[in-house]
Protein backbone atom coordinates (compact mmCIF):
# COMPACT_ATOMS: atom_id res chain seq x y z
CA UNK A 1 0.00 0.00 0.00
CA UNK A 2 1.69 3.39 -1.00
CA UNK A 3 2.55 5.32 2.25
CA UNK A 4 0.55 8.91 2.36
CA UNK A 5 3.89 10.37 4.41
CA UNK A 6 6.39 12.91 3.14
CA UNK A 7 9.68 10.48 1.99
CA UNK A 8 11.66 11.98 4.73
CA UNK A 9 9.05 11.05 7.23
CA UNK A 10 8.91 7.70 5.92
CA UNK A 11 12.71 7.20 5.87
CA UNK A 12 12.44 8.17 9.48
CA UNK A 13 9.94 6.01 10.30
CA UNK A 14 11.99 3.10 8.76
CA UNK A 15 15.47 3.84 10.12
CA UNK A 16 13.69 4.36 13.97
CA UNK A 17 12.49 0.08 13.65
CA UNK A 18 15.06 -0.86 12.33
CA UNK A 19 17.15 0.09 15.39
CA UNK A 20 14.06 -1.88 17.08
CA UNK A 21 14.09 -4.82 15.22
CA UNK A 22 15.78 -6.84 18.17
CA UNK A 23 13.70 -5.85 20.80
CA UNK A 24 10.51 -6.42 18.02
CA UNK A 25 11.57 -9.83 17.80
CA UNK A 26 10.66 -12.55 20.42
CA UNK A 27 13.37 -15.56 20.64
CA UNK A 28 12.83 -19.17 21.83
CA UNK A 29 15.65 -21.90 22.06
CA UNK A 30 13.45 -25.31 23.41
CA UNK A 31 9.86 -26.32 22.32
CA UNK A 32 6.79 -24.97 24.38
CA UNK A 33 3.64 -27.08 24.83
CA UNK A 34 0.24 -26.61 24.62
CA UNK A 35 -0.35 -26.55 28.48
CA UNK A 36 2.23 -23.52 28.43
CA UNK A 37 0.24 -21.73 25.97
CA UNK A 38 -3.19 -21.94 27.29
CA UNK A 39 -4.55 -18.86 28.27
CA UNK A 40 -8.05 -17.50 29.47
CA UNK A 41 -6.72 -14.12 28.33
CA UNK A 42 -3.22 -12.79 26.12
CA UNK A 43 -1.79 -15.06 24.57
CA UNK A 44 1.33 -16.79 26.56
CA UNK A 45 2.79 -17.98 23.62
CA UNK A 46 3.44 -16.79 19.44
CA UNK A 47 0.70 -15.98 17.76
CA UNK A 48 -0.99 -14.32 14.46
CA UNK A 49 -4.35 -12.24 13.67
CA UNK A 50 -5.51 -10.27 11.48
CA UNK A 51 -8.65 -8.57 13.09
CA UNK A 52 -10.88 -11.83 12.18
CA UNK A 53 -8.53 -14.44 12.29
CA UNK A 54 -5.93 -15.71 15.14
CA UNK A 55 -3.46 -17.96 15.84
CA UNK A 56 -1.79 -19.27 18.75
CA UNK A 57 1.51 -22.04 18.39
CA UNK A 58 2.77 -24.74 20.71
CA UNK A 59 6.08 -26.80 19.39
CA UNK A 60 7.94 -30.11 20.10
CA UNK A 61 11.70 -30.39 18.54
CA UNK A 62 10.39 -32.12 15.10
CA UNK A 63 6.99 -30.10 14.44
CA UNK A 64 4.04 -27.03 15.10
CA UNK A 65 1.07 -26.68 15.91
CA UNK A 66 -1.37 -23.77 14.23
CA UNK A 67 -4.26 -23.75 16.33
CA UNK A 68 -6.86 -21.17 14.81
CA UNK A 69 -10.06 -18.85 15.77
CA UNK A 70 -12.28 -17.02 14.29
CA UNK A 71 -13.68 -13.75 16.16
CA UNK A 72 -17.42 -14.45 14.72
CA UNK A 73 -17.22 -18.01 15.22
CA UNK A 74 -19.60 -18.42 18.34
CA UNK A 75 -21.81 -20.84 20.55
CA UNK A 76 -24.61 -19.96 22.70
CA UNK A 77 -26.00 -21.63 25.90
CA UNK A 78 -22.35 -22.23 26.78
CA UNK A 79 -21.69 -22.42 30.58
CA UNK A 80 -18.21 -22.84 32.42
CA UNK A 81 -16.67 -20.96 35.38
CA UNK A 82 -17.27 -17.41 34.02
CA UNK A 83 -21.35 -17.89 34.01
CA UNK A 84 -23.24 -18.54 30.76
CA UNK A 85 -24.27 -17.02 27.38
CA UNK A 86 -22.25 -16.40 23.91
CA UNK A 87 -18.43 -17.86 23.83
CA UNK A 88 -15.64 -18.05 21.18
CA UNK A 89 -14.86 -21.56 20.23
CA UNK A 90 -11.91 -22.65 18.49
CA UNK A 91 -12.00 -23.89 14.69
CA UNK A 92 -8.91 -26.50 14.86
CA UNK A 93 -5.95 -26.14 13.13
CA UNK A 94 -2.96 -27.72 11.89
CA UNK A 95 -0.07 -29.78 13.08
CA UNK A 96 3.02 -29.82 10.89
CA UNK A 97 4.85 -33.02 11.53
CA UNK A 98 8.75 -33.68 10.44
CA UNK A 99 9.74 -37.06 10.45
CA UNK A 100 13.41 -37.20 11.38
CA UNK A 101 15.55 -38.08 14.56
CA UNK A 102 15.69 -34.68 17.02
CA UNK A 103 18.65 -33.20 17.02
CA UNK A 104 20.06 -30.45 18.72
CA UNK A 105 19.38 -26.61 16.77
CA UNK A 106 15.84 -26.00 17.38
CA UNK A 107 14.66 -21.90 17.20
CA UNK A 108 11.46 -20.19 17.28
CA UNK A 109 11.21 -16.72 16.43
CA UNK A 110 7.84 -14.67 16.36
CA UNK A 111 8.96 -11.35 14.36
CA UNK A 112 6.26 -8.47 15.20
CA UNK A 113 8.09 -5.89 12.77
CA UNK A 114 7.28 -8.69 9.74
CA UNK A 115 4.23 -10.37 11.35
CA UNK A 116 6.06 -13.73 10.69
CA UNK A 117 6.43 -16.78 13.00
CA UNK A 118 9.70 -18.54 11.77
CA UNK A 119 10.56 -22.29 13.36
CA UNK A 120 14.01 -24.18 13.02
CA UNK A 121 13.19 -27.69 13.91
CA UNK A 122 15.76 -29.64 16.46
CA UNK A 123 15.70 -32.24 13.88
CA UNK A 124 18.44 -33.93 12.47
CA UNK A 125 17.04 -33.38 8.99
CA UNK A 126 16.45 -29.54 9.77
CA UNK A 127 13.37 -28.39 8.30
CA UNK A 128 12.57 -24.37 8.27
CA UNK A 129 9.28 -23.00 8.07
CA UNK A 130 8.02 -19.49 7.81
CA UNK A 131 4.17 -18.76 8.62
CA UNK A 132 2.59 -15.56 7.77
CA UNK A 133 -1.13 -14.30 7.11
CA UNK A 134 -3.04 -12.13 4.82
CA UNK A 135 -4.85 -8.98 6.04
CA UNK A 136 -7.65 -9.64 4.06
CA UNK A 137 -8.31 -12.88 2.54
CA UNK A 138 -8.13 -14.95 6.00
CA UNK A 139 -5.51 -17.03 4.40
CA UNK A 140 -2.53 -18.54 5.98
CA UNK A 141 0.85 -19.75 4.53
CA UNK A 142 3.15 -21.65 5.75
CA UNK A 143 6.48 -22.04 3.91
CA UNK A 144 9.08 -25.40 4.40
CA UNK A 145 12.20 -25.81 3.19
CA UNK A 146 15.38 -27.27 3.76
CA UNK A 147 19.40 -27.68 3.11
CA UNK A 148 19.81 -30.86 3.73
CA UNK A 149 21.53 -32.93 0.53
CA UNK A 150 18.12 -35.63 0.59
CA UNK A 151 13.77 -35.08 0.54
CA UNK A 152 12.67 -34.81 3.96
CA UNK A 153 9.37 -36.57 4.62
CA UNK A 154 6.54 -34.26 6.42
CA UNK A 155 2.75 -34.95 7.46
CA UNK A 156 0.14 -32.12 7.63
CA UNK A 157 -2.73 -32.85 9.63
CA UNK A 158 -5.75 -30.77 9.42
CA UNK A 159 -7.76 -31.16 12.07
CA UNK A 160 -11.32 -30.03 13.70
CA UNK A 161 -12.27 -28.40 16.97
CA UNK A 162 -13.76 -31.88 18.53
CA UNK A 163 -15.93 -34.25 17.44
CA UNK A 164 -18.74 -34.01 19.56
CA UNK A 165 -22.67 -34.70 19.51
CA UNK A 166 -23.00 -31.31 19.90
CA UNK A 167 -20.62 -29.77 17.79
CA UNK A 168 -20.76 -31.71 14.96
CA UNK A 169 -17.69 -32.50 12.75
CA UNK A 170 -16.76 -33.11 9.05
CA UNK A 171 -13.78 -33.56 7.18
CA UNK A 172 -12.87 -34.75 3.60
CA UNK A 173 -10.68 -34.20 0.66
CA UNK A 174 -11.29 -33.44 -2.49
CA UNK A 175 -8.90 -33.20 -5.39
CA UNK A 176 -5.41 -30.89 -4.07
CA UNK A 177 -7.96 -29.46 -1.15
CA UNK A 178 -8.54 -31.24 2.33
CA UNK A 179 -11.34 -29.71 4.73
CA UNK A 180 -12.33 -29.71 7.96
CA UNK A 181 -15.48 -28.21 9.43
CA UNK A 182 -17.27 -27.38 12.93
CA UNK A 183 -20.33 -26.55 13.65
CA UNK A 184 -21.97 -24.70 16.61
CA UNK A 185 -24.81 -25.87 18.89
CA UNK A 186 -27.83 -26.54 16.76
CA UNK A 187 -30.11 -26.28 19.11
CA UNK A 188 -32.04 -23.13 20.11
CA UNK A 189 -32.16 -20.14 17.37
CA UNK A 190 -28.31 -20.26 16.92
CA UNK A 191 -26.69 -17.43 15.31
CA UNK A 192 -23.57 -18.82 13.88
CA UNK A 193 -23.86 -22.51 12.71
CA UNK A 194 -20.42 -23.89 10.71
CA UNK A 195 -16.93 -22.91 10.47
CA UNK A 196 -13.88 -24.47 8.28
CA UNK A 197 -10.33 -24.89 7.54
CA UNK A 198 -8.76 -25.78 4.01
CA UNK A 199 -5.70 -27.06 3.16
CA UNK A 200 -3.80 -27.16 -0.04
CA UNK A 201 -0.08 -28.03 -0.23
CA UNK A 202 1.59 -25.75 -2.75
CA UNK A 203 4.45 -27.14 -4.73
CA UNK A 204 4.76 -30.69 -4.49
CA UNK A 205 2.27 -33.65 -4.34
CA UNK A 206 0.67 -35.26 -1.35
CA UNK A 207 -1.05 -38.13 -0.42
CA UNK A 208 -3.86 -37.82 1.43
CA UNK A 209 -5.74 -39.84 3.93
CA UNK A 210 -8.97 -39.36 6.32
CA UNK A 211 -8.35 -40.39 9.71
CA UNK A 212 -11.23 -39.60 10.89
CA UNK A 213 -14.59 -37.32 10.95
CA UNK A 214 -12.53 -34.41 12.59
CA UNK A 215 -8.69 -35.05 10.95
CA UNK A 216 -7.12 -35.49 7.56
CA UNK A 217 -3.75 -35.55 7.03
CA UNK A 218 -1.35 -34.78 3.89
CA UNK A 219 2.22 -36.45 3.49
CA UNK A 220 4.49 -35.56 1.10
CA UNK A 221 8.26 -34.58 1.27
CA UNK A 222 10.42 -31.20 1.25
CA UNK A 223 13.30 -31.28 -1.18
CA UNK A 224 16.01 -29.69 -0.72
CA UNK A 225 16.86 -25.85 -2.78
CA UNK A 226 12.47 -26.60 -3.34
CA UNK A 227 9.98 -24.84 -0.66
Known sequence: MPSCLPTQNVETEAGYFKDKKQILTARWNQPFSQEETESRHAPTSLFLGNGDVGIITYTTSDGQTLRIGKVDFITDNWEDWTGNGPAAL?????????????????????????????????????VDMVTWMTM???????????????????TVTTYAGCEDTCYATTADFCGEVTQVSRRTKSEGNVRWINCAISTRIVGTESRKHKLSNAQVTDNFTVIPSTP
Open 90 to 126: PVGGLEINVHSQPAEGFGYEMSQLEAELRMKTGTREQ
Open 136 to 154: DDNYVVTELSTKTGKPVPV
